[in-house]
């Protein structure tokens, strides 16, 4: 650089080892200034006669402080036909299963009887990382995957479950697809919990494993309790008929052996003509 630091006559870059050449212009000036730059190092500053065949540089380390950067991702994304919600920005600590994070996601509605709807419409098509495994019987899986061991719960808008008819027909209703965190797949996630208490004497105990792999997948379930939470409500069918008009409250879809208590009124509920005790064992292979 010119003396004063203004303007510069030429520049050059070191070699891994430190050294470089840097031809200075030919003119009357006696003195050149030398400069350097390099990330991690204090500025050097030297002035040197411009007839210097060699010199030594010595640089000082040094720390550079850098402004806090905050990411924060969107908590849901819309693409095509297809929103994801990203578990992250719905779990809560006091979550205990994917129903009570599915409730807190907007335009998603889970039911008393663990029907899920989405912008009021009930669903089609529940899948686990794009396999119908559970078929209607989806509640299994909303009140027993861990939200923990899930990524996204992707919507699929306007689907159509047969493939052969997704180009020729259109319908309103959606699906869920749950897409498993990375360190999930296809590896044995294990639950087990119980719980005892009294007076009366009391008890809850719950078993779940499962493993969902790209070509297979298995969820067993064990659960029994004798304080009146119906739990056999998990095996519910949820299906909706061509042309049946949806009423809340009122049985629908394919006659259910697992649920013999048809009435609907508000009078004889579920919870009032059955004894405190129930347990209910699943395996699904696919």
């Not at 303007?7 to 430190?18: E, F, K, N």
């Not at 209607?136 to 719960?153: C, F, G, K």
């Not at 087990?192 to 004497?201: I, K, L, M, T």
């Amino acid at each position: 650089m010119t003396e004063d630091g203004k303007r510069i006559l030429a520049y050059s870059y070191s070699q891994p080892d430190g050294s470089f050449i840097l031809e200075c212009p030919q003119g009357p000036q006696q003195e050149f200034l030398l400069t350097t730059s390099r990330l991690g190092y204090e500025p050097y500053r030297q002035k040197i006669p411009a007839q210097t065949q060699q010199t030594e540089i010595l640089l000082k380390e040094s720390s550079l402080s850098l402004r806090e950067v905050k990411v924060i991702s969107s908590p849901i994304r819309r693409q095509g036909d297809t929103i994801s919600y990203y578990m992250s920005n719905f779990h809560r600590p006091q979550d205990r299963n994917l129903a009570d994070v599915l409730a807190r996601m907007p335009g998603i509605h889970v039911q008393s009887d663990g029907r899920v709807q989405y912008d009021g419409k009930p669903i089609n098509r529940f899948y686990i990382e794009d396999m119908n495994l559970l078929g209607e019987r989806y509640s299994l899986a909303t009140q027993n995957l861990s939200p923990s061991d899930i990524a996204a719960v992707q919507v699929y808008e306007n689907h159509e479950p047969i493939k052969m008819l997704r180009d020729r027909s259109q319908t309103e209703q959606a699906a869920l697809n749950i897409k498993l965190k990375e360190s999930a797949r296809a590896k044995w996630l294990k639950t087990f919990d119980f719980g005892v208490g009294g007076f009366p004497f009391l008890y809850n105990a719950t078993g779940t494993l499962a493993r969902f792999a790209r070509k297979n997948q298995t969820l067993m379930i064990g659960k029994i309790n004798n304080t009146g939470k119906d739990i056999a409500m998990e095996l519910k069918m949820h299906t909706l008929k061509a042309g049946q008009v949806f009423r809340p409250g009122a049985p629908d879809g394919i006659p259910d052996r697992f649920s013999p208590l048809s009435v609907s009124s508000s009078f004889f509920t579920r919870d009032r003509a059955r004894f405190n005790e129930s347990s209910i064992v699943s395996a699904n292979q696919l």
